[in-house]
């Protein structure tokens, strides 16, 4: 069974992201069976060229090629990279490792172009009717770069879901017990429009399944503030003081006009820190508000049966908040709250792999090279080059969270003891016993050697494949270590 995820514009980009992360410290997709469903992801996003759009794609393609390499298409025993994410596009298909995220939504024509405007004659009670609904600066927008908080353009532009091919691939492929999750903004142009509409086209589509299929959503509402647009900054559209009446208006129509089976709300209103208002660009840093969004997919599908007893009509919304335990500044171990803590240390644990992977790499007398493969063709294979490229993205992540105006520092980011590195968790490792092979300090030396514990139990199981075992090896060895951390 899988899970549809449809990430409509930039926030949806964003929370992408960060559940992408969550994802590969092995944190499980598990539904109300207890099984572990697929992630099926689609951007959704007309602003091809933003960096966030490339870089979402980057980490998605990455992790599934990195899973290919581990899992060979097989079920999977506790790992980092567990669940599959799959293209809508692959779905199906036995290779992981070519995918397609994204489908080409990008109108290189402003607004007015698109609707024909200049066809009309100047006279006509169509043409009064589109100047009385949009602004001259609506209409000479270029959707290059999105809808730039403007709703009632995005209406019109996306209103063509069910002609797109990733639609077409949806209503062919969508099958019993499967289930539909859309990540969506609704202070500004593309999610607050992006997300009825799916939800409309998705219920009037052919497919039963799909039709009456369990529609969960997070309407993600302000939690940043931008610079004061200036009049002659081409990028004045965008104003953050509007944000709360936008997100008024967009929540007062879904409350009369959507139909979902679980809706939940998030917002931050401690915006002290404003971002620089440049739509071009867009350099945000992650924010703790997109990793708290990407939590609501998990619960979604662990929550929401797949198989509804009516049909959508007759069906109750139920509705769910995202809360913190405390207000604080810093977000950390001890104020998120427990029921967020299992996120952390998910985190903690491929925080962990990534340093003590390389350790292992350059740490000549671990005795695993010898007697497991664990060499140096091994570490110099294409695996590694990838894995290094991720775990490059996930350190970057981490630090955006960290400097963001409502930090998320669960632990700290510097130094290689990680033993010694959690002091917000409120433990302290004090034993500095030395591993007699090894010529490290205590602190990462006792993962290895905790592998080295675990060889015997993993030569029994005859694994031919040394990604999923190395991997598998790791997530075990420092599993039974950081459990005295929680």
């Known amino acids: 069974m899988s899970t549809f995820l449809f990430c409509i514009g930039g926030t949806g980009l964003r929370v992408m992201k960060s559940l992408t992360m969550l994802l590969a410290s092995g944190y499980k997709a598990l539904n109300e069976k207890g099984e572990n469903e697929d992630i099926i992801p689609v951007l959704i996003d007309p602003h091809k060229s933003l960096d966030e759009f490339t870089n979402c794609k980057k980490s998605l393609d990455r992790y599934c090629q990195i899973r290919s390499m581990i899992a060979r298409g097989a079920l999977m025993q506790d790992n980092f990279f567990h669940t599959r994410i799959v293209s809508l596009g692959n779905l199906g298909a036995n290779d992981d490792e070519n995918s397609n995220f994204d489908y080409d939504l990008r109108l290189d024509c402003s607004f ?63 099958g019993q017990g499967d289930k539909i999750f859309i990540v969506a903004s609704v202070f500004g142009g593309t999610g607050a429009s992006g997300f009825p509409l799916l939800v409309k086209k998705i219920r009037s589509c052919g497919n039963a399944y ?93 929550s929401t049966p797949a198989e509804q007893n009516k049909m959508p009509a007759d069906r109750k919304t139920e509705y769910y908040s995202i809360c913190i335990d405390n207000n604080s500044e810093v977000m950390n171990w001890d104020n998120i709250g427990m029921a967020h803590q299992e996120y952390i240390y998910s985190l903690l644990n491929y925080y962990t792999f990534t340093m003590v992977n390389q350790l292992a790499k ?6 695993l090279r010898k007697t497991s493969g664990f060499n140096d063709t091994f570490y110099n294979s294409g695996f590694f080059l990838l894995l290094d490229e991720f775990n490059g993205e996930f350190y970057k992540w981490l630090h955006e969270l960290s400097d963001n105006d409502r930090s998320f520092a669960p632990f700290l980011l510097e130094g290689n003891n990680v033993l010694k590195s959690f002091p917000l968790l409120g433990h302290e490792f004090t034993n500095k016993k030395r591993c007699l092979w090894s010529k490290i300090p205590y602190g990462l030396s006792y993962y290895l050697h905790e592998m080295i514990l675990l060889e015997k139990k993993y030569k029994m199981r005859n694994m031919d494949n040394l990604y999923e075992k190395y991997t598998e090896m790791m997530y075990e060895a420092i599993d039974n270590i950081n459990k005295f951390v929680k």
């Not at 043409?127 to 290059?144: F, G, K, P, V």
Request: charged share 25%; net charge negative.
């Open 362 to 367: 350059g740490e000549r007398d671990f005795p």
């Open 112 to 174: 007015g172009e698109f609707i024909k405007k200049s066809k009309l004659s100047t006279d006509s009670v169509s043409q009064d009717l589109i100047n009385l609904l949009y602004s001259e600066s609506n209409i000479n927008r270029s959707l290059a770069v999105g809808f730039k908080g403007s709703p009632n353009v995005g209406c019109v532009v996306l209103d063509n879901f069910e002609d797109q091919n990733w639609f077409q691939d949806l209503t062919s492929k969508f």
């Open 210 to 302: 799909l039709q009456n299929a369990s529609i969960g959503a997070i309407a993600v509402m302000p939690y940043f503030e931008l610079t004061p647009p200036k009049k002659e900054d081409p990028n004045n559209d965008i104003n953050s003081s509007c944000f709360i009446t936008k997100t008024k208006a967009a929540l007062s129509y879904y409350d009369k006009e959507l139909k979902v089976d679980s809706l939940y709300y998030i917002a931050d209103d401690k915006q002290q820190k404003p971002y620089t208002n440049d739509e071009e660009l867009q350099k945000n840093g992650t924010h703790f508000i997109e990793f708290m969004a990407a939590t609501s997919v998990f619960h979604y599908i662990k």
